[in-house]
C-alpha cells in the first residue's frame, strides 16, 4: 500500500432513516469494490469501507464515518487517495452539504467518484455535475415529503389514523389480500384506529377527575400511587408515569370527543444542529375531520372537565403553568438545569413559592407531580444557593488548589510543545519537497510567460501557463496545511491566564446575577442532591465536580493547536434545608 503507482480507495456508505434496509449498506460497497477491481492500480484499504446506518443524507450532523472519513484525509501521512461512493446522494440530499464536502476532500488531495454515475472530482467538468445530481438528489427528499403529505391528508379525510399511536385506541392494518407486497405480506391500504376498552375507561376517569376538580398533579399522583399504566413515555423521559404534562395532553385532545384535527404542526430542520424540530402552522392550515367512532368521552362531559380546568385557570393561572406546573420551575434560576434528584435521577427544579406568597423550593417532579419518587425533601431556593457558593468559593478556590491547577496544566502543556515540536520535525522534510517543487513550477511558468511576450498569443502556451500556475496554488495549499504549528509561546503566559481566570472567579462570588449563572454552567456539569439524615434533622448532599479551568482547552487549542481534558475537581457538601 506504500506504492506510489498503487491508488489507495477508500468507501463510504449510507442508508436513509426511511428505508431502514441493512442490506442497501452491502449492495453499495459491493459496487464499490467491483468498480476498483475494474480500474488498473486500484486498492481497497480495508480499514476505511465506512458507513452511516439509518442516517438521513438531508444533513451531514451525526453521520460519524463520513466524519471519520474527512478526518482520515486530513492525516498526515494521508491513508488514502479516493473516496468511492456508489451514487451522490450518498454523500448528502443537500446541495450546499454535497459540495462542501467534495470541496474539503479535494483541498487535502482526496478525489470522490460516484461509481454509478460516472462522476470523478478530478475532471474538469465535475463541479458542474456534481451540483446537478446534488439538486436532484435535494428535490427528491423534498417530493418524498410532499407525497407523504399529501398521502396522509387522504387517510385523515377518509377517517382513518394518518400516523402515530393515541392512548385509548389500537392501530388496526387495512389490509389488501388481493394485492402482495414485500416478503409475501398483504398490501396496507391504510390504518384504522380501534377503541381499548381498557384505556377508554382511564382516559373517562381522567375527564371526570377533572370535572370534580381535581388539579393535573393530583391526578397524574392518583393513577401512579394505584399502579395505572401510563401511556409510552416520550423520548429521552426515563420514566413511564402520570405526568401533569400528559394529563393535560388528554384533556385537550378532540379525538376523545370523536374530531380528528390534523396538520397542526410542521417538521423543520434546524441547520445548525442537524436536528427536527415541530413547528406550529396556521389554524387556516388545519384540518377537522369527525370521526364519530372515535368518540370515547360524552360531550356533556367535555364541557365540564374543561369548564373545570378554565375555572382552576383563572384562579391560580398567576402561579401555574397550563401544565398545572408551578411557573417559577420554568424560570432560570442560579442552579437551575444543574440540579439532579440523588434518587430517582429526575432533574430538581422549583416546586413550591414564587417568591411573593412563599419561599421558591426546590424539590423532586416525580414527587411532587407524579408519586413516583420517595424524595419528599424540599430546600429553600436562597439557602441552597447561599451555601453552595460559600462551600465552593471557601473550599475549592484556595491557593492550594491554584497551584495545584496551574502547575497541571503547565504540566500538560509543555508535554504537548513536545509532542508537536517532534512532528514539526516530520514535516520538515516533506515541506523542503513540496517547497523545492513549488520553485520549479515558478520557474518554468516565467520561461512560459517570456516564451508568449516574444511569440505573442498563443492558446496551447496560455493552457499550459494556467495548469502551471493552478499547480503552484495547489501546492500553496498543501504547503499551508502542512505548516509545522508554532510552538513558540511561553508557558509563563499560559501560567498568568490560569491564574486570571481563578481570580475572576472569585470576582464571580462576590456578585449572583445572570453573569453568575452563565459562568457556574461552564465550570460545573451536575450536581446530585441526596436526602440525609443528619443529627434527626433533614439534609441534601451535594455532590458533583468542579471544572476549575473551562476554557483551559481553548488555551491549548490556540497555542498548541490540540486539546487536553481540563483538571476537575470532585466535591460533596451538606445543605441544611432550613
Given at each position: ?20 434496509r ?8 459491493r ?16 480499514q ?32 488514502f487517495?479516493?473516496?468511492?461512493v ?21 483541498f487535502f ?6 461509481v ?15 451540483t ?6 435535494e ?13 396522509q ?19 388496526v ?23 381499548n ?33 401510563a401511556p ?16 393535560r ?41 369527525e ?44 442552579f437551575?438545569?444543574l ?11 422549583i ?17 411532587r ?8 425533601l ?15 468559593e ?16 503547565e504540566?500538560?502543556?509543555k ?26 513550477l ?50 509563563e ?6 491564574l486570571?481566570?481563578i ?35 433533614s ?7 468542579w ?11 490556540m ?19 432550613n
Amino acid at each position: 500500500m506504500n506504492n506510489p503507482n498503487i491508488v489507495r480507495c477508500a468507501i463510504y456508505a449510507r442508508y436513509s432513516s426511511d428505508m431502514q434496509r441493512v442490506s442497501s449498506i452491502e449492495d453499495q460497497i459491493r459496487r464499490c469494490r467491483v468498480y476498483a477491481g475494474l480500474q488498473d492500480r486500484y486498492e481497497i484499504v480495508e480499514q476505511l469501507v465506512l458507513s452511516d446506518k439509518a442516517q438521513s443524507g438531508a444533513t451531514t450532523k451525526g453521520r460519524d464515518a463520513l466524519e471519520q472519513v474527512i478526518e482520515a484525509a486530513k492525516q498526515t501521512p494521508r491513508p488514502f487517495d479516493v473516496l468511492l461512493v456508489d451514487d451522490t446522494s450518498r454523500l448528502a440530499r443537500n446541495t450546499e452539504d454535497s459540495l462542501r464536502t467534495v470541496s474539503i476532500l479535494k483541498f487535502f488531495g482526496v478525489a470522490v467518484i460516484s461509481v454509478s454515475q460516472g462522476i470523478d472530482s478530478r475532471q474538469s467538468s465535475a463541479r458542474q455535475l456534481l451540483t446537478l445530481h446534488a439538486m436532484m438528489d435535494e428535490q427528491y427528499i423534498v417530493g418524498v415529503a410532499d407525497k407523504v403529505h399529501r398521502g396522509q391528508e387522504g387517510r385523515v379525510l377518509q377517517g382513518l389514523v394518518a400516523g402515530g399511536r393515541c392512548f385509548g385506541y389500537n392501530n388496526v392494518p387495512i389490509e389488501d389480500p388481493e394485492k402482495l407486497a414485500k416478503y409475501g405480506r398483504p398490501t396496507v391500504l391504510g390504518v384504522r384506529a380501534e377503541v381499548n376498552e381498557q384505556q377508554a375507561a382511564v382516559v373517562n376517569r381522567i375527564f371526570g377527575m377533572c370535572a370534580d376538580g381535581m388539579s393535573l398533579a393530583q391526578i397524574a399522583k392518583t393513577l401512579n400511587k394505584e399502579g395505572v399504566l401510563a401511556p409510552q413515555p416520550a423520548r429521552g423521559r426515563k420514566q413511564r408515569a402520570w405526568a401533569p404534562s400528559s394529563i393535560r395532553e388528554i384533556l385537550h385532545n378532540e379525538r376523545y370527543r370523536g374530531v380528528q384535527v390534523w396538520n397542526r404542526t410542521k417538521k423543520e430542520r434546524n441547520p445548525e444542529t442537524g436536528k427536527k424540530v415541530s413547528r406550529p402552522r396556521p389554524q387556516s392550515d388545519w384540518k377537522r375531520v369527525e370521526v364519530q367512532e372515535w368518540r370515547i368521552v360524552t360531550e356533556e362531559l367535555w364541557d365540564r372537565a374543561h369548564a373545570s380546568f378554565t375555572e382552576r385557570s383563572r384562579h391560580f393561572g398567576s402561579a401555574t403553568t397550563a401544565s398545572g406546573v408551578s411557573k417559577a420551575s420554568t424560570s432560570k434560576y442560579l442552579f437551575s438545569g444543574l440540579l439532579v434528584c440523588g434518587v430517582c435521577g429526575s432533574n430538581l427544579v422549583i416546586v413550591s413559592g414564587d417568591g411573593r406568597r412563599g419561599y421558591r423550593k426546590y424539590g423532586c417532579p416525580s414527587h411532587r407531580y407524579r408519586g413516583t419518587c420517595e424524595n419528599g425533601l424540599f430546600i429553600r431556593q436562597d439557602l441552597l444557593e447561599e451555601q453552595l457558593l460559600a462551600y465552593l468559593e471557601a473550599q475549592i478556590l484556595t491557593e492550594e488548589v491554584a497551584s495545584y491547577t496551574v502547575g497541571l496544566f503547565e504540566k500538560q502543556l509543555k508535554e504537548r510543545l513536545e509532542e508537536l515540536s517532534s512532528q514539526a520535525d516530520a514535516h520538515t522534510a516533506e515541506l523542503t519537497d513540496r517547497r523545492e517543487k513549488r520553485r520549479e513550477l515558478q520557474v518554468e511558468a516565467e520561461r512560459i510567460g517570456r516564451a508568449i511576450a516574444a511569440t505573442g498569443h498563443s492558446p496551447t502556451l496560455l493552457k499550459l501557463l494556467a495548469d502551471l500556475e493552478q499547480r503552484v496554488r495547489t501546492l500553496d495549499g498543501e504547503i499551508e496545511a502542512h505548516r509545522a504549528p508554532d510552538i513558540k509561546p511561553q508557558v509563563e503566559h499560559v501560567r498568568r491566564y490560569a491564574l486570571e481566570a481563578i481570580l475572576d472567579l472569585r470576582s464571580l462570588f462576590q456578585s449572583v446575577s445572570q453573569k453568575t449563572k452563565v459562568k457556574l454552567a461552564q465550570h460545573i456539569n451536575q450536581l446530585v442532591l441526596t436526602p440525609r439524615q443528619l443529627d434527626g434533622r433533614s439534609v441534601y448532599e451535594v455532590s458533583g465536580s468542579w471544572e476549575l479551568l473551562p476554557d483551559s482547552k481553548c488555551v491549548i487549542l490556540m497555542v498548541a493547536r490540540d486539546g487536553i481534558e481540563p483538571p476537575t475537581r470532585g466535591f460533596s457538601v451538606r445543605c441544611s434545608t432550613n
